[in-house]
């Protein structure tokens, strides 16, 4: 369950009158240039590449992308990417805010203060000042309760789309080898035994080593007919940023051949899995095991992350059970909340949630179709919300 006890969805409730939150502090909003922007949030607790000008630009080319860096005292205390997206007919604009704002200190005492002070900050100059629908999505969280969910419902923000299979999987990082195999469901840790018999060889491989990888992740794609609905495009501009954002790249080789390779996004307290290939005989040797069982021990060993977020499922069952079996007892699956949004004005909340409720009739459609299509894999988990979600 993602008990929201005592949850007012509906209630705005004012800065200052939120139990126990003490007083939101005003903090100074300063934009910052693209090149500019990732160099200055490198090195945050919850950056992800979502909020990287260099994956933003490449990934969502019709929305301008505005950075906006927060201090607080002189002192930077986190940031948001914004987007910046114009409805059909110039009739509006939405202010989206995917998987932020950012803190660059989640541990901090003033951490909950500050994440509701750069949401007062972001409602100040996009829904008064700018009259824009203000839309967020926050990132899954690893607590039983997603408290930046819970903290935008009441401030007043409301429930907008959720994905259809919003689940993430994320596994530990801070476990030794002997306890993290242990984690590991019964079937998915012979599954690993089985691969290290294999004479599979695991391979930490440097950024000139991409095209290794696009040669086995294009040969996949068109071999399984998965529908592809992953930031691909986007490879090239985060290979070429500096080595504390640059994703990571694995390979295992058998007999001198690459079977299965990944590319991870190793900044800050979440390693992300952005993405996998295999070929053909991968299957047979177990090497998907045995590629994830060393990344987690080489995330382990050279990062900071506490997390290792595996990603979802696009509704394929064999995916949730892979990873399933990798979370193990130590780590945890969590729902991706829905998107929450905040206008000041009635017309601007109206035509925001009428372009929203448009864009996810359309994809409703297409992934109709997309059933229809005989040469693509259909997805066989069935569609959920989790029930706290629903309020």
């Given amino acids: 369950m993602y008990a929201f006890a005592g949850l007012a969805p509906e209630a705005a409730v004012r800065p200052d009158q939120r139990d126990g939150a003490g007083a939101v502090p005003k903090l100074r909003a300063r934009a910052l240039a693209g090149a500019e922007w990732d160099a200055a949030v490198a090195d945050f607790d919850t950056i992800c590449q979502e909020q990287l000008h260099a994956f933003a630009k490449g990934r969502w080319p019709g929305v301008s992308l505005e950075p906006r860096l927060f201090e607080h005292h002189g002192r930077v205390v986190g940031g948001a990417l914004m987007m910046v997206q114009k409805l059909p007919l110039g009739l509006a604009r939405i202010a989206i805010c995917k998987w932020g704002p950012m803190l660059a200190d989640m541990e901090g005492e003033d951490a909950a203060a500050l994440y509701a002070g750069m949401v007062e900050a972001l409602i100040a100059e996009y829904a008064d000042a700018r009259g824009m629908m203000l839309s967020i999505l926050p990132h899954a969280a690893p607590g039983a309760i997603n408290e930046d969910y819970l903290a935008l419902r009441r401030r007043g923000f409301r429930r907008g789309s959720m994905l259809a299979y919003p689940d993430r999987y994320l596994v530990d990082l801070r476990l030794g080898d002997a306890e993290q195999r242990r984690s590991f469901q019964q079937g998915w840790r012979r599954q690993l035994n089985k691969a290290e018999k294999a004479g599979l060889r695991f391979e930490h491989a440097g950024a000139e080593r991409l095209g290794d990888f696009q040669a086995l992740y294009e040969a996949m794609t068109d071999r399984k007919q998965f529908p592809d609905y992953s930031a691909y495009e986007t490879l090239d501009e985060l290979m070429a940023l500096a080595p504390a954002l640059r ?103 109206l035509l925001g949630a009428g372009a929203f409720a448009a864009r996810d009739a359309l994809l409703r459609a297409k992934a109709r179709l997309d059933r229809f299509n005989p040469g693509k894999a259909r997805p066989d988990q069935k569609p959920h919300v989790p029930e706290d979600y629903l309020r």
């Fill in 247 to 349: 994703p990571e790249l694995f390979f295992v080789h058998h007999d001198g051949e690459p079977v299965a390779g990944a590319l991870i996004f190793k900044a800050g307290g979440r390693a992300v899995y952005l993405y996998g290939a295999t070929n053909d005989r991968a299957l047979g040797l177990r090497a998907g095991y045995f590629l994830h069982w060393h990344i987690i021990r080489w995330l382990r060993d050279h990062t900071r992350a506490r997390w290792y977020d595996l990603g979802g499922t696009d509704g394929f069952r064999g995916l949730h059970q892979f990873k399933k079996g990798m979370v193990g007892s130590a780590g945890v699956i969590r729902p991706v909340p829905p998107v929450v949004n905040y206008a000041s004005r009635p017309l601007a909340y």
